[in-house]
């Protein structure tokens, strides 16, 4: 009995979480600061993490954990969970032959039962619709509907995610939406821009665009499921018509991500903050990549960078209530990467605010888009997608036993808050 308590107050985490202030506590009470990092694959076509088909499972698992990480924030799609697929053997019969004839979501219960051993935590991250990779206008995943996925629909399969882990209190929470943004529908099956089909997300203005009442909806749809799950509602872009007209006319280019920050300013949360219908589930939730800034960050002083940052998310980040969730950035694994005034100054604001993160991402490889693959194509239309491109940003080298840069992983470290 008192090998039991001793044991239990010294033993560390214990799921699921709820929210506390700007802070999350374990059902002991316990506050946990969250440092995570995406490891993708699932999302995309071939519907499968990345690294399966360089490592066994345990060694992606094992190597997740030694880095340091406490959390996953893991991405899917609705398509993987509509027609959850059978894998394709030829990505893992070299390394991970017990997947040969599972269905992707078998696979991510292994993945999941991997992580959880370790005492990881899993963050569904509903990243797109369609099968494939994020996040350009034309990609038409930028809402939560289009021609081919209805709102129930996209809710259905979220909801079934959800149901399928409920089990397993390691999955704590979900993202209930990826950076929504401005998009464009196609005339069905073809290459057209439907003209009437112009979505620009707003927050808390009405219409049917209105991303606050969406994500209030799709979190409570969630609650409804598993009340023990966390709700990370992220920002939004707020696309110029100008940049669409970039898109529509360079189509050519248009895998290219918007060149605006994602924003969730503390105006928009006082005129219409998240209702959810159960206490202490709430997340906010931004992105930043240097890319996003249509300015010279690198010329720019902290103070200027973070008074501009400060309204973009900063704000809403300092809330006392509500925690807030970095919940994507990235640099590249060099010493030029780790040497940016973006990536210094975001290193310094995350420092002083002990800001709960997720990098993008863990591995060492990625599916480049073609670029002649970019014309007006629905993801679900690309096949036979190359998984082999090295990933500038991975943590991972490109043979996923080892890390690409060790120092970059030493600042990461450096934001694993223990002392909060
Ligand atoms: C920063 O400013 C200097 C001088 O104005 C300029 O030469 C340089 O190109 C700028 N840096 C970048 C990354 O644009
Ligand atoms: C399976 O993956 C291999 C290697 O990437 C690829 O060449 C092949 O086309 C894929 N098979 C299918 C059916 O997509
Ligand atoms: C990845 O790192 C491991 C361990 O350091 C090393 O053995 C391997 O050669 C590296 N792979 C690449 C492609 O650099």
């Given at each position: ?409 030493a600042e990461l470290q450096s934001i694993m808050f223990k002392d909060i």
């Amino acid at each position: 009995m008192i090998l039991t308590l001793l044991l239990s107050a010294v033993s560390c985490l214990q799921p699921p979480l709820a929210t506390q202030g700007k802070f999350f506590v374990d059902v002991n009470g316990e506050k946990i600061h969250l440092h995570c990092s995406a490891w993708s694959g699932v999302h995309q076509k071939e519907f499968l993490n990345y690294g399966m088909e360089n490592q066994p499972l345990s060694v992606l698992a094992d190597n997740f954990k030694s880095a340091g990480f406490n959390c996953v924030r893991y991405q899917f799609s609705a398509q993987v969970v509509k027609t959850n697929p059978v894998v394709n053997t030829t990505l893992v019969e070299k390394y991970n032959p017990q997947f040969i004839g599972k269905t992707a979501l078998e696979v991510v219960d292994s993945v999941f039962a991997e992580l959880s051993k370790r005492e990881i935590m899993i963050i569904l991250d509903y990243h797109m619709l369609d099968a494939g990779g994020c996040c350009s206008p034309l990609d038409q995943n930028g809402g939560w509907y289009n021609s081919r996925w209805s709102k129930e629909d996209v809710q259905a399969q979220l909801v079934t995610m959800v149901n399928r882990y409920k089990s397993n209190p390691w999955v704590i929470g979900v993202d209930v939406r990826n950076e929504v943004r401005s998009m464009y529908d196609l005339i069905g099956n073809t290459q057209i821009p439907n003209p009437f089909s112009l979505f620009m997300p707003n927050w808390g203005q009405g219409g049917s665009w209105d991303w606050a009442v969406e994500a209030e909806r799709l979190g409570n749809a969630v609650l409804a499921a598993n009340p023990n799950m966390l709700i990370m509602i992220q920002g939004f872009y707020q696309i110029q018509l100008s940049e669409l007209w970039f898109w529509l006319t360079h189509s050519k280019n248009n895998c290219r991500r918007p060149r605006i920050p994602q924003v969730l300013t503390l105006d928009q949360i006082k005129r219409r903050p998240i209702n959810l219908n159960v206490p202490q589930r709430l997340v906010y939730s931004c992105h930043t990549y240097d890319f996003f800034y249509d300015f010279d960050v690198y010329n720019m002083t902290y103070t200027e960078w973070k008074s501009q940052t400060q309204y973009y998310w900063g704000d809403v980040a300092d809330l006392p209530d509500v925690p807030f969730f970095l919940g994507e950035f990235g640099t590249n694994h060099n010493a030029d990467g780790l040497n940016t005034n973006f990536f210094k100054y975001l290193m310094q604001y995350i420092k002083e605010k002990k800001m709960h993160w997720a990098y993008w991402a863990y591995e060492g490889t990625y599916a480049n888009p073609n670029p002649s693959q970019c014309a007006l194509a629905p993801p679900s239309f690309l096949i036979n997608e190359d998984r082999t491109m090295m990933n500038s940003y991975g943590l991972l080298n490109t043979t996923y036993n080892g890390f690409a840069y060790p120092p970059q992983l030493a600042e990461l470290q450096s934001i694993m808050f223990k002392d909060i």
